[in-house]
Structures are given as structure tokens and as C-alpha cells.
């Protein structure tokens, strides 16, 4: 799988410019693309695209399977006849540098809701039928996400488990009446799930052209007020009432001293190997439809897990729990044959986790922020990474690299300065170059470290509920020198640019 030397950025699509108070698949992602062959980067690695949750975070998705409509490109609908000019406005409070989600949402709603009438409304019949065949295509999904999201609305996002009877228990007759009642609403969902594919596979494949390969990312658990668990009640740890019995988090660690309590419902893994884990195995099929190679998050649940029961206000009481292990692999592996799988192995790991990762010969993480609070025997510094791994400065759960380096304890900053042969005055490059020059095969920079930003720009803070993923970058502050710089970086420590091949359609 990843056997050549190649670096890449990592990015959320939401962080990319545009006039529209969000990144998204216009025009903008594909400046970001050539942005990225020009600088010699043959990865980009997404994050996960599925909707946001609470935190506006996207580890919280309403759907496994659906991707978050608020990345679609607006112009293109007004393109395809749908919208008008005036549609295209900004509004003029929306900032090119942090995203307001509640202000978006409104906005961006609005004009997919009456993209979506004009184009039921009209006779455009190559995009209907294109359309049609989406919906037959995904329907082994879509069907359950378009109903879950036309009832959550009509019981104004109430818990699904507090829903009429009939409806949270998915009485046949009852979802059909709604099915027949509500079938505008549930047509406008569908519309978003088909514009989201169509735009996204676009842009994929101009990326692929170019020689850039997309690295996804496929979040363990999922949300409780999620299509899947609704549709699925018998596949996750519920009561009799469908509220959860246990919930997923983990314990004690570097981000946080009480743990994180992240709250989604846990497996039944009983019920998933008596289905031969096909829905996770649908899963992981359309999530490598969209993506080259995928990074499973927090994979270390998948040897065992740490299981909290429901109600508890901290992640502290909790215990590990035996997970599926090889068997779910192995039900990948038979079913989808290659594995181009990046397996997120951070935290709390015992030996059963490296040897799950090792039997199937996945790659795991290294990073490097971690990597200077001991000694040089630290499994993250640069000179103990192996080939087969993936080498970051920091991911998205982590502070910049020069946010790290202002609140570093003076032992960290001492060892990292003598272990990097740095000043410290240009801390993100010096770590670069560390990371890159490993034996690591792949290398992923976040884009913040490559424009030298400090914490004020991270991504996300672990815990936090509130000012996480609104980061935005805008195009004056990538200067050709931070160009020219990573292209030095990459070509020196040998590692391979994008090799472009225009004819592939």
C-alpha cells in the first residue's frame, strides 16, 4: 500500500478559501490541488466529510454513509440552472478566516432547499436520470438517512428514542404513511446526497489526474441521533427503551486527566459477526469509493475498548472490553481483498493493538509534537520510525506546531532544540524536515504548519465543546517561499512528487 517515499497536507475541506463563509468543492479545492502538486504533495488527507455533530465536529455524523451538504459548491447548482446570481451573495457577515456553522447552515440551507425544488421543477432529463440511478445505487443507505432526517426534523430533533412509538420502532405501515406524506422533504435530501457525490467525485478525480491521492477518514463509532443506529437498533448496546446502556470515550490520557467521554452508542460486536459484519463492511466499501486509502480513527477500540455506562458525567469509570480483533479484519480483507487502510493507533496501546495492526500490515501513526517529554529512547522521535508507518509534525486533535513550541515546557523546547539542530525561530520547519527525512514511507503536514501559524489556528481541542473545526486559511498567506520551501523539504529528504497522468477519465 504505501511503499513509496511521498509526503502530503493534511486539510479540511471546510478550512479551504471561498466567499461563501466555508470551504467547500468549488472552485477553490481545485486551486488547492494544483496548489498542492506545485509544492510536491502527493497526499491530501480530508478528514472525514460526513456531516457535523455537536462541537461542529464530524466524528459526530448523522449518517456513516452521507456526506456533509454544507461542502457542496453553490455556484455549480447555479450552473446547472437551479440557483440564480443572486443566490451567490455572500452574506456580509460571514469572515474568511473562521467559520460561523450557524450562519452558514442558514444560508447554505436555504439555497439547497430551492436548488432542489428548481431541479424537481424542471425537465432537465439527463440529471434526473442521473440522478435516479444515484438514489437505486445508495439506496441500501440513503432510504433510511432521507427518512431519518425528514422525521428528525418533524420532531424538531428530538431524541429518536423519544419519538412516537410507531416511528422510533420503525412500525412498517407508519414509516410508509411518512415516506408518502413527506416525499418533497425526503426528495431534498436525496438531491443534497446526489449533488454532494457527484461533486465530490468530480473533484476527486481531478485530483487523481494530477497524481494527488485522497487519504479519507472513517470515524469508529457513530452518533446516538444517527440514521444508523436508528435503522440498526439491534447492531449497537441499547436497552429495551433504544437508549444506550454503555457509551464510548477513553480514559485518562494526554489530552484530558478525566478522560474523554465522547458519548456515541457502542457495538453489539455479538450481532455484527452473526451478520458477517456486513454493515461494516458496506461501510468501509463506500467510504474506499470516495477515498484511496482511508484512516480508521481510534483503532485501537477495534482490539478492545473502553466502555462507560450510559450516564456518567466523566470518562473515568470505566473499563476495557474485548473487541471483534482480527475477525472484522479478516471479514475486510475476504470481502474487499487489499486493505489501503491507515490504522489511527494513538493513546493507550498494549500489545494486542500492535499485533492486530501488524497481522494485516497496517500502517500506524507517528507524531512527532509527542515525541520530546523523555528521552531519546521516545517511540515518536524520528530515528525509531519504521517504513511501513505515517509520520505527522501534529494532527488535527493537536495545537500548531509553533502553538506547541510557545506553551512547550522549557525540557521539551531544550531536548527539542538540540534532537532538531533548531533555533526554535522557525520551529514548524525544523520539525518538517525532521518528520520528512525519517524512514517513514508517508508524511503528513497539517496545512497550519506549513504557513507557520500559531495555536489561535488549531483545528480542534479535545474536550472543548465550543470553537472547534472553524479554522480557514486564505491564499495571501501562502507565499511562494512556503512553496518553494516544502518542495526543497521533499526533494531532499527523496521522497517522490505527484506523477501526473491527464489522459485517466
Not at 94 to 112: E, N
Not at 193 to 202: H, Y
Request: glycine share 8%.
Amino acid at each position: 500500500m504505501l511503499t513509496e517515499r511521498s509526503s502530503g497536507i493534511l486539510l479540511h475541506p471546510t478550512s479551504l478559501p471561498g466567499p461563501l463563509g466555508s470551504g467547500d468543492f468549488g472552485a477553490d479545492s481545485y486551486k488547492f490541488i494544483d496548489w498542492m502538486v506545485s509544492a510536491g504533495q502527493t497526499y491530501w488527507q480530508t478528514l472525514p466529510l460526513g456531516d457535523i455533530g455537536p462541537g461542529n465536529s464530524p466524528y459526530m455524523s448523522s449518517s456513516a454513509f452521507a456526506g456533509n451538504i454544507l461542502l457542496i459548491d453553490i455556484a455549480e447548482l447555479a450552473e446547472n440552472g437551479w440557483l440564480d446570481v443572486e443566490d451567490l451573495k455572500p452574506h456580509p457577515e460571514f469572515r474568511a478566516d473562521r467559520i460561523d456553522y450557524s450562519l452558514i447552515h442558514s444560508f447554505r440551507i436555504a439555497r439547497l432547499r430551492r436548488a432542489a425544488q428548481a431541479f424537481f421543477a424542471s425537465n432537465d432529463k439527463p440529471s434526473r436520470t442521473a440522478y435516479f440511478e444515484f438514489c437505486d445505487l445508495e439506496g441500501y443507505w440513503l432510504e433510511d438517512y432521507a427518512l431519518f432526517m425528514t422525521l428528525n426534523a418533524s420532531q424538531n430533533g428530538l431524541s429518536w428514542n423519544k419519538w412516537p412509538t410507531e416511528l422510533a420502532r420503525r412500525d412498517p405501515q407508519a414509516l410508509s404513511k411518512v415516506s408518502e406524506s413527506c416525499n418533497e422533504e425526503i426528495g431534498f435530501w436525496k438531491f443534497c446526497q446526489w449533488s454532494f457525490a457527484r461533486q465530490w467525485s468530480k473533484l476527486k478525480r481531478y485530483a487523481v489526474e494530477r497524481g494527488v491521492r485522497i487519504i479519507g477518514d472513517v470515524p469508529i463509532f457513530v452518533a446516538y441521533q444517527s440514521s444508523d443506529v436508528w435503522a440498526h437498533q439491534d447492531l449497537f448496546e441499547l436497552d429495551e427503551n433504544g437508549s444506550p446502556i454503555f457509551v464510548a470515550g477513553v480514559p485518562p490520557d494526554y489530552f484530558s486527566e478525566t478522560g474523554q467521554l465522547w458519548g456515541n452508542p457502542l457495538y453489539r460486536w455479538s450481532a455484527h459477526e452473526w451478520t458477517g459484519f456486513n454493515w461494516w463492511i458496506a461501510r468501509m466499501r463506500h467510504a474506499l469509493k470516495h477515498s484511496d486509502i482511508v484512516r480508521i480513527d481510534h483503532f485501537r477500540g477495534f482490539a478492545s475498548y473502553w466502555e462507560i455506562p450510559a450516564g456518567e458525567s466523566t470518562a473515568m469509570n470505566g473499563k476495557w472490553v474485548p473487541g471483534p480483533g482480527a475477525k472484522l479484519f479478516q471479514a475486510f480483507k475476504d470481502a474487499l481483498g487489499q486493505l489501503p487502510i491507515i490504522a489511527e493507533d494513538l493513546g493507550v496501546i498494549t500489545p494486542d493493538v500492535v499485533e492486530l495492526r501488524e497481522q494485516f500490515n497496517l500502517p500506524g501513526m507517528r507524531i512527532l509534537q509527542f515525541a520530546f517529554g523523555e528521552d531519546e529512547s521516545h517511540y515518536f522521535l524520528p530515528h525509531h520510525y519504521v517504513p511501513n508507518s505515517v509520520a505527522y509534525t501534529g494532527t488535527h486533535d493537536n495545537d500548531t506546531s509553533v502553538g506547541w513550541w510557545n506553551t512547550a515546557t522549557h525540557k521539551e523546547r531544550e531536548f527539542a532544540q538540540k534532537y532538531l539542530d533548531s533555533s526554535g525561530h522557525q520551529i514548524h520547519w525544523d520539525m518538517i524536515k525532521a518528520v520528512s527525512c525519517s524512514e517513514a514511507n508517508t508524511v503528513i503536514i497539517p496545512m497550519q504548519d506549513v504557513l507557520g501559524l500559531e495555536g489561535d489556528h488549531r483545528m480542534n481541542f479535545p474536550g472543548q465543546n465550543c470553537d472547534n473545526w472553524e479554522w480557514r486559511f486564505s491564499w495571501d498567506q501562502v507565499s511562494n517561499a512556503y512553496t518553494e520551501k516544502l518542495v526543497e523539504i521533499t526533494g531532499n529528504c527523496e521522497r517522490k512528487f505527484p506523477v501526473q497522468n491527464l489522459s485517466i477519465t
